[in-house]
């Protein structure tokens, strides 16, 4: 009974001391917690590092996935990003072709430049379709932006700095210039020169 006594009280100051937060007097039972404890910890923190590494291997593929597939993309865009331009173009060169066979089976001259003014109008209306403008010229100001000046005359009928005639057309693309106009343009006639000098 002595014996059971004892054990009782070594175990009701153990567990006063734990409960009181006093010191083991051994030290033992402290190590061996915080032992566990920081098992416990280094486990929690291989197990979070194996999980960022596997996001980040995951990641990595992923990025280096979207780089392969954006350039591929591109190169498609670059080699097929015509297509819808030049499907509307076909039927253009089909209309040519029946032009060239009229022109061989008809000595119709006249009916030969209407074909030809028809084909032009659908040029110009496929061209639309893709943001193409012509730029407007006749009789207007000269404007370096749109226009690029090949002569000057000297002209009594028209302003100076107006543009007189058109030798190509200009165009733009979706507002932004694709082609300059190539234009004549008026100056002030010699008389007018002379008399500003004098």
Do not use: W
Not at 18 to 40: F, L, V, Y
Not at 102 to 120: N, P, Q, T, Y
Not at 147 to 159: G, K, N, R, T, V
């Amino acid at each position: 009974m002595g014996k059971k006594g004892n054990r009782d009280t070594v175990r009701t100051d153990e567990e006063m001391r734990h409960q009181t937060g006093e010191a083991d007097p051994t030290g033992e039972g402290a190590s061996t917690a915080a032992e566990g404890d920081g098992m416990d910890k280094l486990a929690e923190a291989e197990k979070k590092a194996a999980e960022n590494y596997d996001k980040y291997v995951r990641a990595v593929a992923e990025l280096d996935n979207y780089r392969k597939r954006a350039v591929r993309e591109k190169a498609d865009a670059i080699k097929y990003g015509n297509e819808t331009l030049l499907r509307d173009f076909l039927p253009l060169v089909d209309s040519v072709d029946r032009a060239l066979e009229h022109a061989d089976s008809s000595g119709d001259f006249e009916a030969f430049k209407k074909g030809l003014r028809m084909l032009h109008e659908q040029l110009l209306c496929c061209l639309k379709k893709h943001g193409v403008e012509v730029i407007d010229t006749a009789g207007k100001a000269f404007d370096p932006n749109v226009h690029e000046a090949m002569l000057q005359i000297a002209s009594d009928e028209h302003e100076a700095g107006k543009v007189v005639s058109q030798f190509e057309r200009g165009y733009l693309l979706n507002g932004r210039l694709l082609r300059p106009a190539k234009v004549c343009v008026c100056k002030q006639p010699e008389k007018e020169d002379r008399q500003d000098r004098e």
